[in-house]
T-cell receptor, first 110, second 115 residues
């Protein structure tokens, strides 16, 4: 069964702190999406990666294929980063589809 | 340019009624995806279209759910004989070439409540 697990479920930080959100996935997942869901519900795709590391502004995503683990880092966190961050695995073999983690709710306090 | 739009934004219906949810993807985008987010639950993949074709319908929760896409543009998700467990936010996304590893652009969702 293709599975994606995220941790922590909830995370509270002070403005300026370095944030790490983790995602572990099972065999059968070939790549990962990181998504951001704003408090109003809108979803934005942040990264798609199958190897290595990607950076966009203060956001960095890494993936370790051998360990089947990905991390999303936020440097110099800001209250506007408060959102739910969702990891989604792309299944391989047969029909492709995305399998979602349950999300990490991040709250950054001023 | 315009993003992905969905209508209606909210829908309240009675158990047993049929509902139709609409998605207008970004112009020129080949692929269109439907997802569901139930209260307190994570996102769930339902179906995707490459052009007008849906290669895999196994993600649809039951045979009461169907989806179609015409003209490579607008898509409709239909739920027949709605049940209370169908209450959720239904999200649509599109991407330019129909590859799952592309960036997907999400619509605002349709919040469905079945009474």
């Amino acid at each position: 069964k293709n599975e994606v697990e995220q941790s922590p479920q909830n995370l509270t930080a002070q403005e300026g702190e370095f944030i790490t959100i983790n995602c572990s996935y099972s065999v059968g997942i070939s790549a990962l999406h990181w998504l951001q869901q704003h408090p109003g519900g809108g979803i934005v795709s942040l990264f798609m990666l199958s190897s290595g590391k990607k950076k966009h502004g203060r956001l960095i995503a890494t993936i370790n294929i051998q360990e089947k683990h990905s991390s999303l880092h936020i440097t110099a966190s800001h209250p506007r980063d408060s959102a739910v961050y969702i990891c989604a695995g792309l299944t391989q073999g047969g029909s492709e589809k995305l399998v979602f983690g349950k999300g990490t709710k991040l709250t950054v306090n001023p | 340019g315009a993003g992905v739009s969905q209508s209606p934004s909210n829908k309240v219906t009675e158990k047993g009624k049929d509902v139709e949810l609409r998605c207008d993807p970004i112009s020129g985008h080949t692929a269109l995806y439907w997802y569901r987010q139930s209260l307190g639950q994570g996102l769930e993949f339902l179906i995707y279209f490459q052009g007008n074709s849906a290669p895999d319908k196994s993600g649809l929760p039951s045979d009461r759910f169907s989806a179609e896409r015409t003209g490579g543009s607008v898509s409709t998700l239909t739920i027949q004989r709605t049940q209370q467990e169908d209450s959720a936010v239904y999200l649509c996304a599109s991407s330019s070439q129909g590859l799952f590893w592309e960036t997907q652009y999400f619509g605002p969702g349709t919040r469905l409540l079945v009474l």
